[in-house]
């Protein structure tokens, strides 16, 4: 008599009370998978946003007030051997929507020349970086966009602006960025949104942000302290802070959501381990008696233990599965940009995740199943042959 | 004759371990639920404002908020034109209020300001702002028109740090003018709360700004609002209107995703509760066959038993339910009981205070009843079959 033959008559037993309790643990583990899976993306993206050692300059009153262009000449004149800073790319808000539609598109003019430095994670071709810098009406747009509107290289669009002066500019995307962390990011030159403000004697110069793209870390960490100190006491004075701690205003301004997902995942394990816990519990009382009779039939008490133990493992690891499947079929088969938050990446389906929740199942399959099956390790067999249940 | 309760009580405490857990289940799942209904709660309550039909808010076409709207002199005074707008009875103006819109970044107090939170600021002239904003209520003075003086929402109060009365926050484009919080106010409730008020033409200086953000326009009361709406946004005008309620409907877009997000999680958790429930029940039933049939044999009837387990199962969902909301109590007691979130495009922050009132901790308790009584009702059924004769004669 095999492990497995007593562990799969015994899970088929009460079906009913498998059957439940792996219900009771499917639902909550889909949900930590859930979780999970949203955590590690922003993890992911995070790390690689570190990767790319780039220091966020703004105003340091609010994102709204723009800075003047020659802020940018002063942070470059901070290193000119450019030792510890390789790039410094202007940004300004443009808001712009497809018109007629609701959705802002994190739209942005970005200076030309530096752009393909500051954001080399782009990975511009030499002809795509060719082809940026010759025509004036260029954009680079994120995956997301692009699907969502269904854009393709070479197609010609047009953006309104939502914050005044409201215009309207046709641009020509030469690149779409399908590993965008941010699903609708749109970039486009920033000569080109001066030129066009100043045909109509608006004024169009002030970034919303610097990015300054820095050699390594401790270059940044510098960096942040020289500028910030730089333009203190003066009309405009800037808040630097690397790119993950900018997100992260945002990610908590949103509803931080990363936050909720860690809530979560906590009630989730609570939860599983207590129903497991409560089943493993059930089965063993009701056969104390068994047991004990495997005992009095020579079975050794470190086998009996691991009887108990493993139908735990097993029960919990079922469970599991049957919660984490049709989470990653989900994930798999519903394309991403349907469960986008804002512009964030989606929750993206990682093994990590998948891999972190079957071992939390394993760890609260051993967890629940530990004190029964020490129980009956311990069990004096005269003594529970003798007990009614 | 009905099964008294007092069996069924102790019934519950037999099995103390299983009952345990399956308390501290519905526990989790309650406290949740309590920590959900709360945040709705307080969400409604901030459309509550939706109530108030004759306020309409007016924006420059083309912008998506009051933060992004610019509004020149030149085309406010446009609206001017527009009939059907209720009047001030004393001076016979036109009740029509130019707003000015900026932010500032204020330390939330929930962390002890390690983030801080973008909290509207709103220039507006006090003589025709409260006679449009009717659900605006002054605790305290109003800020005085010569000096650099601003009055506080209570929600922007409570959340974010340095509103006290008497502290100064630096606002203006340069960050560089010190305004006096001299008094506070509150709004039904309403997305108001979470901002801060000044003078507007002091504070569109402070700013440098000469165009106003946007307008809020009181419409009279025997008009109707949707046709003011239509002279706005006609061809004389060419402004973009809204009732007050739905500007704020599509400002509160992410909250309201957010929350469907969460209850969604919650009902799947509460499934889990209903098996762990079940699984309890029939083990309950199981262990206690020859004692059903033995209350069969002296005369109770199957539709007792069945009423007797289902209730058994709503004691046992009860005092989770009760856990829960104790549980929920103490985080929004300890923890913290503050939440806010950004308007959808307004690049402002929304401060939402959830409280666990009585109503709400009825309905999570409504809920877990619901889920105690589904848990029970096929084991219950179950003990309701037992065989009495059969089952007495079992080992």
Known sequence: ?389 | MALPLVYHWRNVFVRPTTTTLTILVVAAVVGLLGWILGFAAALRGSLAVASDTHKIIVIRRGSTSEGTSALPPAEFNKLSQVTGVARDPQTGRPLVSPEMTVQVALPRKRDAGRTTANVAVRGVDPERAFAVHRNVRLQGPVFATGAQEIIVGVKAAEQFAGLRLGDVVNLGFGNDRGYRVVGYFTADGGPLESEIWGYLPSLMNAYSRNAYSSAALRVAPDEDPQKVIEQIEGPAIQLTAKTEAAYWHEQLRLVRGYLVIVTGLVLIMSVAAVCSIANTMFSAVAGRTREIAMLRTIGFGRGRILVGFVLEAVLLALLGGGLGCGLCLAWLQFVGRTKDMLGASSFTTLAFEIRLTPMIAAVALAAVVLVGALGALVPAWRAARVQAVSALREG
Request: net charge positive; proline share 4%; aromatic share 8%.
């Open chain 1, 1 to 389: 008599m095999t492990l497995s033959y007593v562990l799969l008559q015994n899970l088929r037993r009460n079906r009913l009370r498998t059957g439940l309790t792996a219900v009771a643990f499917a639902l909550p583990m889909a949900v930590f998978v859930l979780a999970l899976s949203l955590v590690v993306g922003f993890v992911k993206t995070s790390a690689a946003l570190e990767q790319e050692l780039r220091l966020g300059v703004h105003h340091r009153v609010s994102l709204t007030n723009f800075l003047p262009d020659g802020h940018r000449r002063k942070i470059e004149e901070l290193d000119p051997q450019r030792t510890r800073l390789r790039a410094v790319c202007g940004m300004r808000w443009f808001g712009g929507r497809v018109p007629g539609t609701q959705q802002t598109l994190q739209s942005l003019a970005a200076d030309a020349d530096t752009l393909p430095i500051v954001y080399s994670d782009i990975g511009l071709t030499e002809a795509e970086i060719t082809e940026w810098q010759r025509e004036r009406r260029a954009a680079i747009v994120a995956g997301g966009v692009a699907r969502q509107y269904g854009w393709k290289v070479g197609d010609r669009v047009v953006l309104e602006s939502t914050i005044p002066p409201y215009r309207q500019l046709e641009f020509r995307l030469i690149r779409i960025w399908d590993e965008s962390p941010f699903p609708m990011t749109f970039y486009f030159r920033r000569d080109y949104l001066l030129d066009a403000f100043e045909r109509e004697g608006q004024v169009g110069t002030g970034c919303s942000i610097f990015w300054v793209k820095c050699v390594d870390a401790a270059a940044l960490r510098s960096l942040q302290q020289e500028i910030d100190a730089l333009f203190a006491n003066t009309p405009d004075e800037t808040r630097s802070e690397d790119e993950n701690a900018f997100v992260a205003g945002f990610v908590q301004a949103v509803g931080d959501l990363p936050s909720l997902a860690q809530a979560m995942a906590t009630v989730v394990v609570i939860i599983v381990a207590l129903v497991a816990g409560n089943t493993m519990m059930m089965s063993f009382r009701e056969r104390i008696r068994e047991l004990a009779v495997f005992k009095a039939l020579g079975f050794s008490a470190r086998r009996v233990f691991l009887i108990v133990l493993s139908e735990s493992v097993l029960l919990a690891l079922l469970g599991s599965a049957l919660g984490i499947l049709p989470i990653v079929a989900g994930l798999t088969l519903i394309p991403p940009d349907h469960l986008r938050w804002g512009a964030f990446s989606p929750p993206e389906l990682s093994w990590l995740a998948v891999l972190g929740s079957l071992s939390i199942g394993l760890i609260v399959g051993i967890a629940a199943g530990f004190w029964p099956a020490w129980q009956a390790l311990r069990l004096r067999t005269t003594d529970a042959l003798r007990r009614v249940a």
